[in-house]
């Protein structure tokens, strides 16, 4: 991981969510200093303003603050589940990083999901076709890719399920039978079926069980280190964070709050939110 | 085989329809006269005009005399009927402020500007079976005529007859939710063109007033029911004729005649404002020919039903309950299925067939195998 | 005596009022411009029933004039009632010559066949449609395959392909296969058996369908390529006579129907009606040739 200044992969500057209409104050009015998302005036709602960062390939960036921090939000507009208000970000691999690709159009949208990303989410509803087997989903993914060989796309899938530690004899079942360590099993290797280089998880694994959680966990880490993606990982639990990821950025009110390497902010917290988060880490 | 065949297959149809007639006057009894199905049996007329689509009460009650009473098939036939014809002119909007009210009710005020009018309704009969009706003579009619009219005071009949409306008062103190500018307004004709989803307000109130009663009302008591409820109560419902203007070619208005329409508007449930906004009612809207109550009340609930689709029931689903209701083309295509789809079905087989060879195949590999295997 | 004109009705020249017939025209114009496309159009009601062919009728009496000798088959069979209802109509409306013969024809007018018969550059086929939505089996909501034709994301239903290959080993696409035209639309080219389809790419006809119900039209011009989807490794199949022959006059390169006796015997029958009666007859006809059609001859050959 090298630190030349144009060597980065993902670059969001001004990144800005509001929901209803804002004023000319909203901004001012809304934020860590006031503790609240809600404009007084406008009543209008501010998701996540100003957000500023960079990802670097191979790095994991881990995003952390409470639920209305706005940390989700951040993630689900760079994966075009949400249209943005306002900002811009560019990726390296997409037109050597020259396009801002929350302005391009749906089918280029979906080009840059299908090719360069990969999303894991909370509930394994929304990453996943429960209508289509786990094969099928995965299928989907190299199918826009462009793969149109069944022996070699249940190869590629078998190859995935294998590396996500699935049972590969389930391939053809519907992940509605599956558990829900399994499921989020298979949304990983749906995820990285197209070999991405940035990979986006929110909240992977709030809602399993602790010792499932723990498996998944080991499981992301080692993909992380066996592949070499770049990773966001969303939480509102530090110890995730710990374990996961090498840059911390710390959210509060949809504002960055603090930001820098993760060993750094948990050991020596500088703002007063990420010293109580850290504060009340086990 | 080519000539017999095809000879073999028009004559069947001929045959067909010929024994079909022969069903419908097999009874030899008097030909029902027009102006009889016209006049007694008014409220099957109504629901053909209005599933029908156009206003045409004479040539509704052939249509009815013609499918032996098949509602949905003499619907139909007016339909096509109204393919052939030539569109003149294009009315002025009807202002059903202007009604010569018949009937004109309101459940959500004990009393409302020029009372609560009954008028003609079966509402408040018991529904027992009329066997009088059976022996019914010219000479019970007329005597009945007589006895109406010495009841009727001419005084009365020259006064006002025509009311504002309920849902003025509710809009005076402004309880109505104010006209959303976000709302599509595009005027469409639903006979002119396919219309898309999501459909402006226009094409889903026109799909609605030539929907099939019945289905629309399954779908607006599913709602009632809980499915995707949009807690109605009636504001007022009325019935009674409009008149009809048009402007002719040198620009002058012209009244062209009078129709009977029914109409409800009504009233749904009181949404909190978002902050700072007081909260409103919405109105639900619904209109037809003729005289139909339960049409309007089930279209004016699922007009709001279908403004809440983030309820998910199959009444707040707009290609659902308008793809669904519309009578000639569900009549049609549920009974194509009548059809003969052989050589589809002869498709399906030859699939179906070569599948479980593939599985036939496949068992007796793995035996094999596990013959071999075992020794 | 004066005559009682009250209800004398005059009808247009092939039923439709012109205003009409320009609007269908236009549309179908539009369609022939983009291979494959579904086009809206008002589809004004007939006096025969949604779901018995009017969209089809509606092409056909707006294209047809008065010289054209008109054909109309249903499941390959000019005998069929419902066909012959139509043709009635047809005769009535416009007075135009209709045949049984396929190279007599100008216009046909089919239900779910093409005909056995090729047919040339001055010929018309109009196909009835039911369901004009390909995508309809994976997703249910019109304004959503509307978007999924316009973005040309056609994700969901090659998954179900894949699906269905997954749980019975093949395609299990009976009639109505989807294909692929002029490398952009994904069609359904109505529900002709898979036999058929193969005989709509590079044709030398134009193909129009009609779906009256839906309200879409859509068409396929000659010399468009049109490709069953498939993958590289599981390939679109028609479907296999094997070792059934039709029963009057041996033929076994065409679809047969299957027939049940009162004893539950069962045989095969050419199911083209025109075809059948000139093979019963020796007289000279000119079939579409095919890929799979060779193929299957090959095939045949083989196993003797």
Known sequence: MTWREDNWLLRVRNLTKIYGDPGENTLALTGPEFNSNQCPETDSIVACANINFDLYPGEVLGIVGESGSGKSTVVKMLYFDLEKTGGAAWLKPYHDGSINILNESNQRKRYIRNNLMGMVYQNPRDGLNFGFSSGGNIAEKLIMAGNMHVGNIRGRAYELLEKTEVPVQRMDDRPGTFSGGMQQRVQISKAIANNPPLLFLDEVTTGLDVSVQAKVLDLIRELQNILGIAMIVVSHDLSVIRMLTDRTIVMKNGRIVESGLTDQILQDPQHEYSQLLVSSLL | MGYVAVKGGTEAIHNASELAEFYRVRGNTTPIDIAQVRSQMRLAIDKVMGEGGIYAPEYAAIALKQAEGDVFEAAFILRAFRTTLQRNYYSDIINTREMFVRRKISSSFREIPGGQILGPTRDYTQRTLDTAKATEQTADINSFLEEFDAKIDMEKLQGVNTFGKVIDLLKNEGLLKPADTSEDRTLTDITREAIKFPAPRSARLQMMARAETGGLMALGYSSQRGFGSVHPTVGELRYGTIPVKVKDASGRKRYIGKIEVTECEMITGSRPGKKNTPPYFSIGYGLCFGHNETKVICMSTLDSAMRRPELGAPANDQEFVLYHTEGVEAMGFTNHLKLPHYVTFQSALSNTRASIQRNKQANLEAEAYKQIQSV | ?304
């Open chain 3, 1 to 304: 005596m004066v005559e009682n004109l009250k209800y004398s009705n005059k009808y247009n020249f092939a039923f439709i009022d012109e205003s009409t017939k320009k609007e269908i025209r236009r549309k179908l114009l539009k369609a022939v411009a983009i291979p494959g496309h579904q086009v809206p159009y008002s589809s004004p009601e007939m006096p025969i029933s949604r779901g018995w062919g009017t969209g089809g009728l509606h092409i056909t009496l707006a294209v047809i004039g008065r010289h054209d000798v008109f054909k109309i088959i249903d499941q390959g069979s000019d005998a069929s009632v419902n066909a012959c209802n139509l043709r009635e109509f047809v005769n009535f409306m416009t007075g135009c010559e209709t045949t049984f013969d396929t190279a007599k024809a100008t216009l046909v007018q089919t239900r779910h066949r093409i005909t056995e018969e090729e047919l040339n550059e001055n010929q018309i086929i109009v196909f009835q449609v039911p369901l004009p939505e390909p995508l309809r089996m994976v997703e249910r909501y019109e304004n959503k395959t509307l978007q999924m034709h316009a973005e040309a994301d056609y994700s969901k239903m090659w998954v179900s392909l894949y699906e269905s290959y997954v749980r019975y080993g093949a395609i299990m696409q009976g009639a109505g296969y989807p294909v692929m035209v002029n490398g952009r639309y994904i069609m359904s080219p109505s529900p002709i058996p898979r036999w058929d389809t193969p005989n709509l790419n590079q044709a030398k006809t134009l193909f129009l369908f009609g779906a009256g119900r839906e309200k879409r039209l859509y068409a396929v011009p000659p010399y468009t390529d049109v490709e069953p989807l498939e993958f590289e490794d599981v390939n679109f199949e028609i479907e296999d006579f094997a070792d059934s022959s039709c029963y009057k006059t041996g033929v076994k390169k065409a679809f047969l129907d299957e027939l049940y006796a009162d004893d539950g015997s069962r045989k095969y029958v050419i199911s083209d009606s025109n075809f059948l009666d000139k093979k019963a007859e020796k007289q000279e006809t000119h079939q579409y040739t095919n890929k799979y059609i060779d193929q299957l001859e090959e095939y045949d050959l083989e196993r003797g």
